[in-house]
């Protein structure tokens, strides 16, 4: 039996690292005041058909539940979040900083960068509509991937406001109704053959290309690299009038990150979501919201480019792995004595492992070499001795048994 298309095992060296990326997600996000937050997995189909758009619709994992429900394992937590924060609303002071972490379903065709499940971390700000919450945000994501050792040279953010888009719309007289499939349009520019943009772009085809050639102006974005400048922080980013992305709540400015040398599938993507409370609530909420995403897939491809950036995680997560002391049992008969102190060594803090039978002695220091354990205590012959190892210099010692706790103390690494 193998694990279905677009899904992942994570055997202990897969889930090290996920681990690894996990905990620098929550380390900034932290860094920077958010709070976590969660929530379910499955939820009514209805909250993402109401405005999540088209594409992500067509790839939910559905089904009728025992109670005749329609649901769909979650795609993504914005409208959860939109849901959750219209209904608690008034329990919260604004503005809401919170993050998350989580797995989400996709039934995508399989390729790189792009799988049936994965994680992601969601950075959400509500109740803020200035800029600074824009700046604030962006430069979160920077400071995201930044933890992980990538730099200017690695990745760039590429930013855009939709509303220079709807601008245009209106200057051209294109009815509101329209407007989604237009932004849908901009959002596969580059991804689609030209003559089929073309066509669906019907007579704003010359304009339209020619802004995405100049790249249009947008003063809300130059004042947003600005502040990014400030915090010297605006390398990171390039205006780029061409992304809109692809869901359909996004009301201004909006975002996706890609590495540098453009090999890969977005790492990262988010926005301004004014309206979405008010639409989910059905006006009783109205609050204006930011966010964004970023998914483990590529992140992960993009980590194991950039040597310098895998050096630093693998030696993390070695370092990570490591336990602190290996007991080894030279005799069995001073088994239950030993197993007294471990229970006393984990008690007092100490990753400690042990084989848990008759075991060779060599075969048990390779094993505390393999753990990486800084020492190994053996109970042998020497008892009410025991012989300490440290495993770094290979030095050895007897110590009383009953300084053991205190000789562990002194020699933590
Ligand atoms: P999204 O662009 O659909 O945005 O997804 C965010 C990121 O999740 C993508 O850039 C990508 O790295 C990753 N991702 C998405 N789908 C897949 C997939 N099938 N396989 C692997 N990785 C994937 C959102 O989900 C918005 N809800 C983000 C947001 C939060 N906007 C405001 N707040």
């Given at each position: 039996m193998q694990s279905l298309p677009g899904f992942r095992d994570f055997p202990p060296e897969e889930c090290a690292r996920r681990n690894y990326i996990f905990a620098r997600w929550r380390e900034v996000a932290r860094h920077y005041g958010f709070v976590e937050w969660e929530g379910p997995l499955l939820e009514a189909t209805e909250l993402y058909k109401k405005k999540s758009g088209a594409e992500i619709v067509d790839q939910l994992f559905t089904f009728t539940d025992k109670g005749e429900r329609e649901v769909a394992l979650r795609p993504e937590l914005t409208p959860t979040l939109a849901r959750v924060v219209a209904a608690h609303e008034r329990e919260f002071k604004k503005p809401l900083k919170w993050f998350s972490i989580g797995q989400f379903f996709r039934y995508e065709k399989q390729q790189r960068g792009r799988l049936r499940e994965h994680f992601q971390l969601n950075c959400d700000i509500t109740g803020e509509a200035g800029l600074a919450a824009d700046i604030e945000l962006v430069a979160l994501c920077i400071d995201v991937l930044r933890a992980f050792g990538f730099g200017e040279k690695d990745f760039v953010i590429r930013i855009s406001d939709r509303e220079f888009w709807t601008d245009f719309l209106r200057e051209k007289d294109v009815p509101v109704d329209r407007w989604d499939e237009f932004l849908q349009v901009i959002d596969k520019f580059g991804r689609e053959p030209r003559e089929k943009t073309a066509e669906k772009l019907g007579k704003l085809v010359d304009p339209v290309?020619?802004?995405?050639?100049?790249?249009?102006?947008?003063?809300?974005?130059?004042?947003?690299?600005?502040?990014?400048?400030?915090?010297?922080?605006?390398?990171?980013?390039?205006?780029?009038?061409?992304?809109?992305?692809?869901?359909?709540?996004?009301?201004?400015?909006?975002?996706?990150?890609?590495?540098?040398?453009?090999?890969?599938?977005?790492?990262?993507?988010?926005?301004?979501?004014?309206?979405?409370?008010?639409?989910?609530?059905?006006?009783?909420?109205?609050?204006?919201?930011?966010?964004?995403?970023?998914?483990?897939?590529?992140?992960?491809?993009?980590?194991?480019?950039?040597?310098?950036?895998?050096?630093?995680?693998?030696?993390?997560?070695?370092?990570?792995?490591?336990?602190?002391?290996?007991?080894?049992?030279?005799?069995?008969?001073?088994?239950?004595?030993?197993?007294?102190?471990?229970?006393?060594?984990?008690?007092?803090?100490?990753?400690?492992?042990?084989?848990?039978?008759?075991t060779k002695v060599a075969r048990q220091f390779q094993a505390a070499e393999e753990a990486g354990a800084s020492l190994a205590v053996l109970h042998g012959d020497e008892w009410p001795q025991l012989k300490i190892k440290n495993m770094a210099t290979g030095e050895q010692e007897l110590i009383p048994q009953e300084n053991l706790k205190d000789y562990v103390a002194a020699h933590r690494s």
């Open positions: 290309f020619a802004t995405l050639k100049s790249g249009g102006k947008s003063e809300k974005l130059g004042k947003l690299v600005d502040g990014l400048r400030g915090r010297g922080l605006a390398d990171f980013v390039s205006i780029d009038i061409g992304i809109v992305r692809g869901l359909a709540y996004y009301t201004g400015i909006v975002f996706e990150v890609f590495d540098r040398a453009g090999k890969f599938r977005a790492i990262a993507g988010g926005g301004r979501y004014d309206n979405l409370i008010g639409q989910l609530s059905d006006g009783t909420v109205s609050l204006p919201a930011l966010g964004f995403a970023m998914g483990d897939v590529v992140l992960g491809e993009l980590i194991q480019e950039i040597s310098r950036v895998c050096q630093i995680m693998e030696k993390a997560i070695a370092q990570d792995r490591k336990i602190d002391i290996y007991v080894v049992i030279a005799k069995e008969e001073r088994r239950a004595d030993a197993l007294k102190q471990i229970q006393q060594l984990r008690d007092g803090g100490y990753r400690v492992d042990y084989p848990l039978t008759p």
